[in-house]
């Protein structure tokens, strides 16, 4: 899935959207002491009152919100698994007994609880829904929506949440003039920040994909291992920014440690221009042959495709792994590069590093910045300052 079909799916959860059917909604209650079961139950979704349906429909689209690679992770299925949660998944999706697909869920809690201990009471949801989408609309220049196909797809949305206790209030009492204690014993489900969660299948240009599920973590490179492979069995995740420290590891094993900021700039800008060019398509990644292409643009010198093979190897022991272009590259148009130094912290964009540059001078070791005017400080407009001294001729 790419950030449009999330997007696609994700608005789709609102109340009374006849793009989404919403069949069960089954809550499982488990306690943190015994990680066990307390309590489950299931409901025709459209049976609960529109208050609840609100509020679980914000839920469901933040287990849908998150940067790929960052907070969601389209997972590959294991192969070979005993008691395979694909195949589980599977059947549920296309059962329609309420008993079966009770049973199904409740297998892949099992797995949720054997061995793990939970910090908190937690309430684990799944949703059995199916979603259209329209090919287009008939009647484009009417306010009717005559639809003349649909992609039907059935899914599972799970979203996990934690509890939190209650608030200790003091409240006054008008009748009565009085101000009382006021205590509530039962937990609070926070609905606003799911702890976990994953959507199946998972969906590209309206197509069904049942050999993959789309993940969603707590927080962004956050992922909870146990449950990807244990749960999900599916395959370990790589990060957008594990991807960005396996890019770093290969230049610096090719070109070495120190690289000028021209020469850094030139290879972000190839990266870039190869997101852009694949814009509309899959999310573009780069083997070690497109490496190698970066690397001899940029500048970088001596460099074979060879070498870049060999590092791949020897950084992430697969020369045919492929980095994903998009987590290589710090937010092209934004100032997310950042300089540290003893005397100031400095932002700057990929596009503008190449104004930026470290040489000596008079013996000391400056950070230079190329600027288009004069800076203002605290309201101070600077004077641009000599620094170099003509040397005076010998008489």
């Not at 839920?59 to 389209?74: C, P």
């Not at 296309?94 to 309430?123: G, H, N, P, R, S």
């Not at 990929?350 to 605290?378: A, F, S």
């Not at 309201?379 to 300052?385: T, Y």
Request: charge should be negative; include cysteine.
């Amino acid at each position: 899935m790419n950030k449009k079909d999330i997007a696609d799916i994700k608005r789709q959860f609102k109340v009374n959207n006849d793009l989404l059917k919403i069949q069960d909604i089954f809550n499982v209650y488990i306690m943190k002491e015994s990680s066990e079961i307390y309590h489950y139950e299931s409901t025709p979704f459209e049976l609960l009152e529109e208050e609840q349906k609100d509020l679980f429909m914000a839920n469901f689209k933040k287990v849908l919100t998150g940067q790929l690679d960052q907070k969601l992770f389209e997972l590959k299925f294991q192969r070979d698994v005993e008691d395979s949660s694909q195949l589980i998944l599977h059947k549920a999706m296309l059962t329609d007994d309420t008993e079966e697909w009770k049973e199904q869920m409740l297998e892949l809690v099992a797995k949720m609880l054997k061995d793990k201990q939970y910090e908190m009471d937690i309430v684990v949801t799944f949703i059995h829904g199916e979603y259209l989408k329209p090919t287009k609309r008939s009647n484009e220049e009417t306010e009717e929506s005559g639809r003349n196909k649909v992609y039907s797809s059935p899914f599972i949305l799970c979203s996990i949440n934690k509890t939190m206790d209650p608030k200790k209030e003091l409240l006054f009492d008008y009748v009565e003039k009085e101000f009382k204690y006021h205590f509530v014993v039962d937990p609070v489900i926070n609905l606003k920040a799911p702890i976990g969660g994953f959507l199946f299948p998972t969906f590209t240009d309206n197509a069904a994909d049942v050999n993959h599920v789309l993940y969603s973590a707590a927080k962004p490179y956050e992922l909870d291992y146990h449950f990807i492979e244990e749960v999900l069995n599916a395959e370990e995740a790589m990060t957008a920014e594990d991807d960005k420290i396996v890019f770093e590891e290969i230049v610096k094993d090719v070109a070495g440690d120190q690289i000028n900021t021209t020469t850094l700039a030139n290879v972000y800008d190839e990266i870039h221009r190869v997101v852009e060019e694949n814009e509309e398509s899959e999310t573009p990644t780069l083997d070690y042959r497109d490496v190698e292409k970066v690397l001899t643009s940029s500048g970088v010198q001596d460099i074979d495709s060879e070498r870049v093979e060999s590092a791949f190897k020897k950084v992430i022991d697969d020369e045919t792994y492929e980095l994903k272009a998009t987590s290589v590259v710090p937010k092209y148009t934004s100032k997310s590069i950042k300089i540290k130094t003893k005397v100031a912290d400095i932002k700057v964009s990929p596009q503008d590093l190449r104004y930026v540059r470290q040489t000596h001078l008079d013996g000391k070791l400056c950070l230079m910045i190329e600027v288009e005017e004069n800076t203002v400080i605290e309201g101070f407009e600077m004077i641009p300052e000599v620094l170099f001294k003509k040397v005076e001729e010998e008489e």
